[in-house]
């Protein structure tokens, strides 16, 4: 216990652990229970999840400052398959859980898998395009999700759909009365018997069973992005003021306070104190009783979230007792699907600390804390999730450094969950739908949007395929067929090149021999100029081993020349992955210069403005020879001269 404590719980950052602790729990809190309305197992289900994966896959994992809980894409999927898993159990939702928390549970036992076997260290390989289609896609899905609660229209209230729904609802209840048949064997006398018997029990199937079942059907065809558009006239047509209201009011208060906070004049040290505090808190934080408050006081009647039971969430035993592998089979792709994503979304929040931190983490690792994480949420009836990056920063902006902060998170949740559920089931479903359109906005990937017009345009494609099979087809799928398409251009690419060009040294090993026309140069100037050889293409493969640059330029260095004469092509990962080291170099104050920049990374170069904006335009010499002649009159010899 003593070793386990001293190799995975570190107390040397306590204070800030605590500190960053408390505050991502805070920013999780109106998350978990959005994610968790969102996904169709209600609030409850989201704060379960949060507390069972931010518990456990801190417990293990290799990014130490990750706060884990349920993330906008992972709910995003787990919102499909549980409305798949519930009409195939003809909208019984309390039949469906089992099947529902099993698939839960396979996804994270197959993360586990992945990360044994390895599969982590191949996510890199996942073009930037790809990335961007599928986040925008998953903007879109949580935003299309708010547009019935925007409009204040709940199908299990419109009578018309209820009505329309009536004969399905009928042949549905029909049939899990005759569903338990004699699989297509020989009918006996005594099959008679059960099969009258039957009939009698459908002749007495009563009103309300009906219509109920008729509610269940008209909320699971009003789910998906496809439902919703097929529905959305009888949304304006059932339209509720005082719905669209509080769901605009959330999401004004979530952008405008910390907006109101800079502008208050700050004439006094109390007030400056004050304005710190306050500009800490998260705004959705502060919508969510601030908004909830108001409806709870002036008792609007609006809509509200499902009861939260009071307590330690209960083991959910009905998993492996009530199991029937004819129930889960059809929904095995669902589970695989879902493990995929979560390791997708966990390992791109690692690469994100990662750079932050300029430390390096263990993929396998990653994933299976992660796994273990999303089976435990399973076993406690908490929707799955991931790392997510949003409240990650938000732990290390506030002083989390180790995996205590994580577990500390997950223990203020569960506080929060044991002694105020009877108050926070009081919270109207407009908030949350505004604190999820906010979320919905924040995930897509403007970065790729405003590129549009200076990318090639097979990126493009690929980024606008992606997004549409997200939303209207499978998440899975979409990465899938995103990945092929990317890879056909990259291949087109690389023969078109290979055509004109041979003899090219792929990117994998920087050369750090001099070139042939670099064998004069002054060997005084070396303490101060880095050279640094690009060789080959620089493509969403290959930006991993680009990042390693900044960490191999010494840091007396105050000039370094980025020789790209053998960088035939650059795809858009690599153009942004260059762009983010180009910019960690300026902040260090260092000079970069250009030499040989071809004809095809030059476009993109100036397209996305890195030729002006971060190397200049005097800075990007068509030879070596025009650089070292600039490099001798402008760079002084004597290193203890330089600036």
């Known amino acids: 216990m003593k070793q386990f404590l001293n190799n995975y719980l570190s107390f040397k950052n306590l204070r800030g652990d605590i500190f960053g602790g408390l505050t991502a729990g805070i920013v999780a809190l109106p998350l978990a229970m959005a994610f968790g309305e969102q996904s169709g197992l209600g609030a409850a289900a989201g704060l379960y999840g949060a507390i069972a994966i931010g518990f456990f896959a801190s417990l293990l994992c290799s990014t130490q400052p990750q706060i884990s809980g349920p993330t906008a894409p992972m709910t995003a999927v787990s919102m499909i398959i549980i409305a798949r898993i519930i009409q195939a159990n003809d909208g019984d939702l309390n039949a469906a859980l089992p099947s529902i928390l099993m698939v839960f549970f396979l996804a994270g036992i197959l993360q586990i898998i992945l990360g044994f076997i390895g599969i982590g260290k191949y996510i890199k390989f996942i073009p930037y395009p790809v990335i961007s289609g599928f986040m925008t896609g998953i903007g879109l899905i949580i935003i299309m999700g708010q547009i019935f609660p925007l409009l204040g229209y709940n199908a299990g209230n419109d009578l018309e759909l209820i009505e329309k729904n009536r004969h399905l609802a009928e042949a549905n209840i029909i049939g899990k009365i005759f569903q338990d048949g004699n699989n297509g064997e020989a009918i006996t006398l005594k099959d008679l018997g059960e099969v009258e018997t039957k009939v009698q029990i459908a002749k007495s199937i009563t009103e309300k069973e009906i219509i ?205 969950l044991i002694a105020f559920a009877p108050i926070a089931s009081m919270i109207p479903s407009a908030v949350l739908a505004g604190v999820l359109v906010t979320v919905g906005i924040g995930i897509m990937d403007y970065k790729g949007l405003k590129a549009i017009g200076k990318m090639p345009l097979g990126d493009v494609i690929v980024m606008f395929v992606v997004m549409l099979l997200t939303v209207f087809f499978d998440l899975v799928i979409a990465v899938g067929v995103g990945l092929v398409i990317a890879a056909l251009i990259f291949m087109k690419q690389m023969g078109e090149i290979s055509s004109k060009r041979s003899g090219l040294i792929g990117l994998g090993e920087f050369s750090e021999l001099p070139w042939g026309d670099e064998k004069h140069f002054p060997l005084e100037l070396r303490k101060t100029v880095f050279i640094k050889h690009l060789e080959g293409p620089i493509f969403f493969g290959s930006t991993n081993d680009l990042q390693l640059l900044t960490a191999q330029i010494p840091k007396k260095s105050k000039y370094v020349i980025v020789r790209m004469d053998r960088v035939p092509y650059i795809d858009q990962s690599g153009l942004y992955a260059l762009e983010d080291i180009l910019i960690d170099l300026k902040s260090k104050e260092m000079e970069i210069l250009f030499v040989g920049v071809q004809k095809q990374p030059e476009y993109l170069l100036r397209k996305i403005e890195i030729i002006p904006n971060l190397v200049e335009e005097d800075f990007s010499f068509k030879t070596f020879k025009e650089c070292l002649t600039w490099v001798l009159e402008n760079v002084p010899q004597n290193p203890n001269n330089s600036n």
Not at 223 to 233: A, E
Not at 336 to 354: F, M, R
Not at 374 to 388: D, E, T
Not at 395 to 400: E, F, L, P, T
């Open 212 to 416: 109920e079942e008729a509610k269940n059907l008209s909320k699971s065809q009003t789910k998906s992005p496809v439902g919703i558009i097929k529905n959305l006239h009888r949304g304006i047509k059932n339209f509720n003021v005082m719905e669209f209201i509080f769901v605009i009011s959330t999401i004004v208060v979530i952008y405008g306070f910390q907006r109101l906070i800079k502008i208050i004049p700050s004439k006094s040290p109390y007030v400056n104190r004050m304005k710190k505090i306050t500009s800490s808190i998260p705004s959705t934080l502060i919508a969510l009783v601030l908004v909830s408050g108001i409806a709870i006081a002036l008792k609007i009647d609006l809509y509200t979230i499902d009861k939260i039971p009071v307590g330690f969430p209960t083991f959910h035993y009905e998993i492996f007792t009530q199991f029937h592998f004819s129930d889960i089979s059809p929904f095995v792709m669902a589970a695989v699907s879902l493990a995929l994503l979560g390791c997708i979304d966990s390992l791109l929040t690692s690469v994100i600390v990662d750079n932050m931190t300029k430390t390096r983490h263990n993929s396998s690792q990653e994933l299976v804390s992660q796994g273990l994480g999303n089976s435990m949420s399973a076993l406690f009836g908490g929707i799955p999730g991931a790392s997510a990056t949003i409240r990650t920063l938000v732990n290390m902006n506030s002083g989390g450094k180790t995996r205590i902060s994580g577990i500390i998170a997950s223990l203020l949740l569960l506080s929060i």
